[in-house]
């Protein structure tokens, strides 16, 4: 669910307890949409998140994050107007979401001046704005100019403005009361339409506790009876909860907002920057995919060509064999074809400018140029089918890729193999391990998130007793079972992982090919993950996400 104000008050909350009276230690911009703020308090150093990303929200993280070598303009002024100072408090605009985190910092004449943080946590609106003791902006993550609302500006020495109301009463308790006297049963819809900083969700929870439920609701608000509460459908997290909901599904206990959210958007936030980051190199593979479809296409029109070859040499040898009854400047010649069994004629075209010798020894030419043609088109053909399947198995790794070290790895191998040129500055290698499955049994099954992971786990990692599993002739991980005999619901297992991980995803009986480690080879001068396998058993599978879910226990 989107932050909503009531959850937002009880983040808000938490924020006072953990981080008021604490020393700012360090600011960093790692990402254009991300601050950190380092807090020292009560002994601990503690990052306070505030992200305008696709999940916008503020709390504190136990994340880290890789920092640019040289700070954004947005991030020096925060460094220079906060660092050193102590957070005083931290509240909430009314309902609203909206956030404002004071802290007292020295100045040059080495008096204690007041300096606020609005953080707006608004979805596409949401911004971080950097206001001086009256109010007047000093400047914002996200400038807005005339140009871009007319209702509000957000530009420096402008003063701050609250977000523009849509109309809606604060959720207090008079107001309640006074809503509930004129809708004595009122719909969610109603409530979300009349109350401020209150979602569909909670409005929904209101209502399903009964006639007073939204005076209920509120009264735990106002309280501040808050407990953490994750929501969960199959073990894995769907949605956040100020406290527990009737209407809401599995629900899980945790001991902070802050933990909770972490949690919730870890996954999800690295998934999506992957996913960013992925894109050019998706976007490059699939242009690299496309030309060796268009190469495909022009080989097989070659192909059809050189199907007429063989006429040519006919035609050339029934010409010299007829050299004597053909007259020079003849437009055609008809000749018993001796290499057909009933002997029929045939019609030779002729040029009339030169001489019958001449005649076939030009169809002698045109056959020799197409069968050299020929012997060409197939090493051609073979090799771009090849390449074909290569970044096949390149854009299947992409769709594993779950962190920027995996991006990093499939980079690497881009440039190795001469699709991308290398950096002018040597980059850290990164390592990634496979994935890693149980199956029912407790048998270990690794899983290759990439090409340099295939090579590692068929040639290095696998002890030659132990199986191996790759899809049938189509692009996919690696797959080893680490056991010398696994038993058949382990390999039926590690079969739907190998047809999981692969092109096949979305296919149903897909066949996996299972060999021992020791009967797989590569080829010399082979592309990183191409290999060759004998003395193979194949099995016929459906991948299975929901069982794939299930079965994962570490991913590194």
């Known amino acids: 669910m989107p932050m909503d104000g009531i959850t937002l008050g009880a983040v808000c909350a938490e924020l006072t307890r953990e981080l008021a009276g604490g020393k700012i230690d360090k600011i960093q911009q790692p990402e254009r949409d991300l601050l950190l703020i380092s807090v020292r308090a009560g002994g601990k150093t503690k990052k306070l998140m505030l992200t305008l990303g696709n999940n916008p929200r503020l709390h504190i993280t136990s994340r880290n994050f890789d920092n640019p070598q040289i700070a954004p303009a947005f991030c020096m002024l925060m460094r220079k107007h906060l660092s050193g100072g102590r957070i005083e408090q931290i509240t909430q605009m009314g309902n609203e979401r909206v956030v404002f985190i004071d802290a007292l910092v020295s100045n040059e004449m080495g008096d204690l001046v007041k300096k606020r943080i609005a953080a707006e946590i608004m979805g596409k609106y949401s911004n971080i704005i950097l206001l001086d003791g009256q109010n007047t902006i000093i400047d914002a993550l996200r400038r807005v100019t005339p140009d871009i609302s007319r209702l509000r500006c957000v530009l420096p020495h402008e003063a701050y403005q609250a977000p523009p109301s849509q109309g809606k009463l604060e959720p207090t308790a008079q107001n309640m009361a006074e809503f509930l006297r004129d809708n004595p049963q009122p719909a969610p819809g109603r409530i979300f339409a009349a109350f401020t900083g209150i979602s569909k969700a909670a409005a929904e929870e209101m209502c399903a506790l009964g006639p007073d439920g939204p005076a209920k609701y509120m009264q735990k608000v106002y309280a501040k009876d808050y407990s953490p509460t994750l929501v969960c459908i199959d073990g894995e997290p769907r949605d956040y909860l100020p406290f527990p909901y009737i209407t809401a599904g599995q629900q899980e206990a945790r001991p902070s907002f802050s933990g909770m959210l972490d949690e919730f958007y870890g996954t999800r936030d690295m998934l999506a920057h992957a996913k960013a980051r992925s894109k050019e190199l998706r976007d490059m593979i699939n242009s690299l995919l496309e030309r060796c479809e268009k190469k495909r296409g022009i080989y097989s029109q070659k192909l059809l060509e050189c199907r007429d070859m063989e006429t040519l040499r006919v035609y050339g040898e029934l010409l010299t064999a007829n050299l004597h009854a053909i007259k020079r400047g003849s437009k055609s010649a ?72 995996q991006l990093d790895e499939v980079r690497r191998e881009l440039i190795e193999q001469g699709y991308l040129r290398a950096p002018k500055k040597p980059v850290k290698q990164a390592v990634s391990a496979p994935m890693r499955f149980l199956s029912p049994d407790g048998t270990e099954i690794l899983v290759g998130r990439n090409n340099i992971q295939n090579d590692t786990l068929s040639l290095r990692t696998a002890r030659p007793d132990e199986l191996w599993l790759h899809v049938k002739n189509a692009a996919g991980s690696h797959v080893i079972i680490r056991s010398a005999a696994p038993s058949e619901k382990t390999i039926e297992t590690a079969a739907c992982l190998a047809a999981y991980y692969s092109k096949a995803r979305l296919s149903s009986n897909v066949a996996v090919d299972a060999a021992l480690a020791k009967n797989v080879k590569k080829p010399r001068g082979a592309k990183p993950g191409m290999v060759i ?24």
Do not use: W
């Open 533 to 556: 396998y004998q003395d193979y058993t194949t099995y016929f599978v459906t991948p299975d996400e929901k069982l794939i879910k299930q079965l994962l226990t570490s991913a590194g």
């Open 334 to 405: 008809e000749v018993i074809n001796y290499y057909d069994p009933d002997s029929a004629t045939v019609t030779i075209p002729l040029d009339g400018s030169i001489s019958p010798q001449a005649n076939a020894q030009k169809y002698f030419k045109q056959y020799a140029k197409l069968k050299t043609a020929s012997r060409m088109l197939d090493e051609q053909i073979s090799q771009n089918n090849a390449e074909i399947v290569y970044l096949e198995s390149l854009a299947v790794s992409l769709e594993s890729c779950t962190t920027p070290e």
